[in-house]
């Protein structure tokens, strides 16, 4: 057999078996381990030395013969015996030692060609370390060694498990037949190593002779303890066995698979086996089965052109029909992945482009191959996530999708390209054009449901989404129940849409069901990658409900179980990730790019990138990635891709609803960085009107869907809880937008608020920051002379404890106004506490003072408030109220004949107290240096004195002080009280207290705090004093308007 072609031996089947069961592991339900033997080392081993060859058994038991004087036809197991007997354990591991010599012999070629075959285990009885040191420079698969029983336990698969030692490195080497007799009980663990590897795999013996004591030990031990329990073991080599020999070998459950024919020519007997050896090696790896998930797409340049030199200007060698035929080849055999891996959907982008060079214009083909291609495409394109088409493509899409008519292709199909045109109008701008397009494919899939059961599941779940993108929270709940498809995918889909409107614990029950349903069916169908796919999914988002939802066993996700056939959740995510990032460093790159040349520029606005791949905008492939599988950017508090969304809504060229409601998906915090950022006061003066508009009622709307949901399930503390979480960036939102609307629409949000904060559903910690908000911004965009029409709405609001007191500042000219006079009269008459020992209702006081400092009171109710106050026999000896509320409170309504008094009591209580950085003190302190130009003068002693006191603070970083964090003492807090103090106590230093000592005291306190600008103006009576020190407060000015 000259040739050699190891396709004609009689054994080829056996070959081809054993090839399906190495290389299809997954559909076999087992693999195949492998035992080497002395004579692939013979055979694979090299040395410079070509004189030399690895012993086998034979030459060893010749050699211990020929010292013993004993016959070679004695069994070698016993020759060994005899020769450790009679001269000593240490003498025959010499022996092996010195005719081995193992580091003389370097593995070749072969080695490499075994060892990167997939096989479950390697398992062998040869003393060398030929097996170990190949195995070093194999990358895949990876190999762990095992010399001893012990190292099992620590070793994964696939392993080369030394059974009989290890010259150099083991004790004891399996030689003699009293090693075999005793190595059941002293080796239990690698005899159960070996029972489970037969029983488990297929098992094929290389390196081995029919003969070879290793080799019967070990078959007998298999026929001895395991007797049918074992799968099929493959003896393979140039065995050159008769038929008598072939009949035992098969008696004993051993699958010869003979390459004697092969090397019949060849005298060489070591070189009979390793080329034998090669040819064996070589077709395995030939016979390897392409795994499912390898698909490709057919790369229509190979198909239609000999060479790739030209082949554009090539006319194609393929016509239409044949290349439609690779295209559906392909499309028919696609394993169906949830979700394309990211490598493919480049493949199939570059097919695309392939296709439209050799198929210039589809108008060309008859109507049946143009409607099959047109089908194609539309296929390639859903795979790709590209729904953005011109509008001929989009008419020969229209002029095929209705079955009514016949179009050469399936009804099914035409339904497919309905509903592809459906979705492409989601992302379209919105025209009378669109939308008969939605009417006319809306009613294509509602009246022919019939050809495809998911047609109408299709439709409902377009329209959610459609009403998603409008955040339109009663239509999304109002459309969910027609959310029931056959896919498990719908369960998640549906828990998608429902973790939308805050019904986690339905959405997790979803999501059990798809998990239970898909795991089921994987057990029973494990080569399909369309359920693979979609149980990884589910998998990892039922790894995050569970802890979510506090259950008792949270599932564990394993990214391991999916990756190895491309079904990975994490390699989307980081996709997505990496494409938004480079998406955003192109966004970073400057316009103009300096050139090394002095003067001269490059303009990177004008470059041009020349390319026929189709470009599917990251926030597209975000949002259809999410859509498709049911991940949500968020659910409850666990932000699945929140860092992805936040960096697509910093794109330049995404629209600003488009942001908008990233954001609401990203945040159910009023106060996160997100949402400062991405709506900042200059970020929302620069939007159109109609964006501002369209996202003001937005929020109203939304606002009112979870106000009811707060205020209908108020028993429910989940879904009440969550609707905080909604209102809280709603309102927020809601409240930065008031700068863009009319003073009218603003009273409108102004009283808004003022109803929210009433109602008790709403009277909640978490929304109090946000309804402030909106009460102040919105009250800034009405004209201070209108605030007056909101004033008795305001007076009017309920006194809650611990909750908001709006209190209108500019009540403007007092009117003739019956409702106003009877709720300031009700103010001041309640202005105490009757029900609380006559304390001072503080949030009344709050509502009045604007009134009292603007003179807004009539005299009558100024002096009521004045004697509700003070009583009505005040002995001018102490402050009244001196816990309640800060002692400069008195300074803004003092009796009118006694102001001289009530300062000097303000000033006693106030300035005779030790100065603290207590944060109550400096709020005292602060707050009454605000009225010294109203009477109150403080001497320059407590000057001088609060000067060297508050200079000499300290900046304590407040992560590492964590009573300070517990009490309330933030030191960004203290800093600006300080700040404060210093700038209202300066101007009464003497002028020798402003010397170049302080000054230098003053301006370290300055800059080791890391004061705020605020306090620059504090230095003003230096530099008056002063001109030296201009310098240096030109530059604190500078670094302040930088700051």
Request: with cysteine; charged share 25%; aromatic share 12%.
């Amino acid at each position: 057999m000259g040739e050699r072609d190891i396709t004609k031996i009689t054994d080829y089947p056996l070959i081809q078996k054993l090839a399906q069961s190495l290389w299809q592991r997954e559909t076999y339900g087992h693999g195949v381990a492998i035992m080497v033997g002395a004579g692939f080392s013979r055979s694979a081993a090299t040395t410079m030395d070509k004189s030399k060859a690895l012993p086998l058994w034979g030459n060893l038991a010749k050699k211990i013969a020929g010292e013993l004087g004993e016959s070679e036809q004695i069994d070698p197991l016993r020759l060994a015996q005899m020769y450790q007997d009679y001269f000593g354990k240490q003498q025959l591991y010499d022996l092996l030692k010195n005719e081995i010599d193992d580091e003389i012999w370097e593995p070749a070629e072969l080695y490499q060609q075994l060892l990167t075959l997939p096989w479950t285990e390697v398992l062998t009885t040869n003393w060398d370390t030929l097996l170990e040191r190949a195995a070093k420079n194999i990358h895949e698969p990876i190999y762990d060694i095992v010399s001893k029983q012990e190292d099992l336990a620590s070793c994964y698969s696939p392993r080369i498990v030394k059974l009989h030692g290890t010259i150099n490195i083991s004790n004891d080497l399996i030689f003699t037949q009293e090693d075999y007799r005793c190595y059941p009980q002293k080796y239990g663990i690698f005899v159960n190593f070996v029972r489970q590897v037969f029983v488990e795999n297929e098992l094929c013996l290389i390196g081995f002779s029919g003969d070879d004591p290793n080799f019967l030990q070990w078959i007998g031990w298999v026929r001895d303890n395991l007797q049918t329990n074992v799968r099929r073991i493959y003896l393979v080599g140039a065995l050159n066995l008769s038929s008598a020999k072939r009949k035992y070998l098969e008696s004993l459950n051993v699958a010869p698979i003979d390459l004697s024919p092969l090397v019949a020519d060849i005298d060489n007997r070591d070189l009979q086996h390793k080329i034998a050896i090669e040819l064996f090696l070589s077709k395995l790896t030939q016979l390897e089965v392409k795994k499912f998930w390898d698909w490709q797409p057919t790369s229509l340049y190979k198909l239609c052109n000999d060479d790739s030199i030209g082949m554009i200007n090539e006319k194609a060698q393929r016509s239409p029909e044949e290349i439609l035929s690779a295209l559906i080849k392909d499309r028919e055999s696609y394993p169906e992945w949830i979700i394309c891996p990211d490598s493919l959907r480049s493949r199939i982008n570059v097919q695309i482009s392939e296709l439209r060079v050799f198929i210039y214009d589809l108008s060309e083909l008859n109507e049946t191959t143009r409607s099959r291609m047109l089908y194609e495409l539309v296929w390639r394109y859903k795979v790709i996530f590209h729904y953005n088409m011109d509008k001929d493509f989009r008419t020969m899409l229209l002029a095929i999708c209705d079955p009514a008519s016949e179009s050469g292709i399936s009804k099914k199909q035409q339904l497919e390209i309905a509903l592809y045109l459906l979705k492409c109008t989601r992302l379209a701008e919105k025209n009378s054009e669109q939308q008969e397009i939605i009417s006319k494919t809306s009613k294509i899939l509602k009246e022919n449901s019939e050809y495809w059961s998911e047609s109408l599941v299709e439709l409902a779940y377009h329209q959610i989404l459609v009403a998603r993108d409008e955040l339109n929270y009663p239509l999304m709940e109002k459309l969910l129940d027609k959310i029931n498809g056959v896919d498990p995918i719908w369960k998640l889909r549906k828990a998608f849409i429902l973790s939308e409107i805050a019904l986690y614990e339905e959405s997790a029950n979803l999501i059990d069901k798809a998990y239970q349903e898909l795991v089921l069916s994987y057990r029973n169908n494990r080569n399909s990658i369309f359920i693979l796919s979609r149980l990884a999914w589910v998998h990892l988002l039922k790894s995050t409900t569970d802890k979510e939802l506090c259950k008792d066993n949270i599932l564990a996700f394993s990214s391991s179980k999916y990756s190895q056939q491309k079904c990975d959740p994490f390699d989307t995510i980081y996709f997505l990730r990496s494409e938004v990032s480079d998406y955003l460093d192109k966004q970073k790159k400057p316009m103009l790019e300096p050139s090394f040349e002095p003067g001269k520029f490059k303009d990177n606005s004008k470059k041009v990138y020349f390319t026929d791949l189709i470009k599917i905008h990251p926030a597209i492939l975000f949002d259809s990635v999410g859509n498709t599988v049911g991940l949500p950017i968020r659910w409850c508090n666990y932000a699945y891709t929140s860092n992805i969304a936040f960096d697509i809504a910093n794109l330049i060229d995404i629209s600003n609803w488009h942001r908008f409601f990233l954001l609401i998906h990203i945040t159910n915090y009023d106060e996160s960085e997100q949402l400062r950022k991405i709506f900042t006061r200059l970020k929302i003066a620069q939007m159109p009107c109609d964006e501002a508009d369209k996202i003001v009622q937005c929020c109203f709307k939304a606002i009112g869907y979870w106000a009811d949901k707060r205020s209908n399930n108020y028993d429910s503390k989940l879904q009440s809880g969550h609707a905080l979480y909604y209102l809280r960036v709603f309102i927020e939102i809601l409240a930065r937008f008031q700068v863009r609307l009319s003073p009218d629409k603003a009273k409108k949000y102004y009283s808004f608020a003022l109803e929210l904060a009433k109602d008790q559903h709403f009277i909640h910690l978490w929304l109090e920051n946000s309804i402030n908000n909106l009460l102040n911004y919105s009250l800034k965009s009405v004209p201070t002379a209108q605030h007056n029409e909101l004033l008795v709405d305001t007076l009017n609001f309920p006194d809650i404890n611990n909750w908001l007191n709006p209190v209108i500042h500019h009540p403007g000219e007092r009117k003739v106004d019956k409702k106003l006079d009877l709720t300031i009269d009700f103010l001041i008459n309640n202005v105490r506490n009757e029900k609380q020992n006559s304390k001072l209702n503080i949030r009344i006081l709050d509502r009045l003072l604007p009134l009292i400092e603007t003179g807004f009171l009539s005299e009558d109710e100024r002096s009521q408030l004045v004697l509700n106050i003070y009583g009505q026999n005040f002995d001018y000896k102490k402050l009244p109220y001196i816990n309640e509320i800060y002692s400069c409170f008195f300074l803004k309504i003092p009796p009118e004949e006694n102001t001289k008094r009530i300062c000097d009591l303000v000033s006693d209580e106030v300035f005779s107290k030790q100065p603290s950085y207590d944060l109550e003190y400096l709020m005292k302190l602060k707050n009454t240096l605000l009225y010294t130009k109203d009477g109150l003068i403080i001497n320059k002693k407590h000057a001088i004195d609060y000067f060297d006191y508050f200079t000499n603070w300290k900046r304590v970083e407040d992560s590492n002080n964590v009573d300070m964090l517990l009490d309330g003492q933030r030191s960004d807090i203290i800093s600006r009280y300080i700040c404060a103090i210093l700038f209202r106590i300066t101007p009464y230093l003497p002028k020798e207290f402003l010397n170049q000592n302080n000054f230098e005291k003053f301006y370290r306190f300055y800059l080791e705090n890391d004061a705020s600008p605020y306090i620059i103006r504090a230095f003003i009576p230096f530099v008056l004093i002063d001109a030296q020190w201009n310098e240096q407060i030109i530059t604190m000015i500078k670094k302040g308007l930088k700051s």
